[in-house]
């Protein structure tokens, strides 16, 4: 019989046996989720304009030899 081993799974059992895991489902948590998930989708939404710039931008340079 093959015997499977996973290294992630002994170091997930070894940190739950040791403390150091933590579930992040408190209010705070899903409070600080939140805002992160909002700051995040105003990044996404500066990075698509300036994206586009640079496409239309680059659309106008000539590049001659």
Do not use: C, W
């Not at 002994?10 to 489902?25: I, N, Y």
């Not at 899903?30 to 805002?35: D, P, R, S």
Request: glycine content about 2%; proline content about 2%; charged content about 35%.
């Amino acid at each position: 019989m093959i015997e499977r081993f996973s290294k992630t799974e002994e170091l997930r059992t070894q940190l739950m046996r040791d403390g150091k895991v933590s579930f992040l489902d408190t209010p705070v948590h899903n409070e600080a989720i939140e805002k992160l998930n909002v700051e995040l989708a105003e990044v996404r939404r500066d990075y698509k304009v300036k994206e586009k710039n640079s496409y239309a931008s680059a659309s106008n340079v000539v590049l001659t030899d």
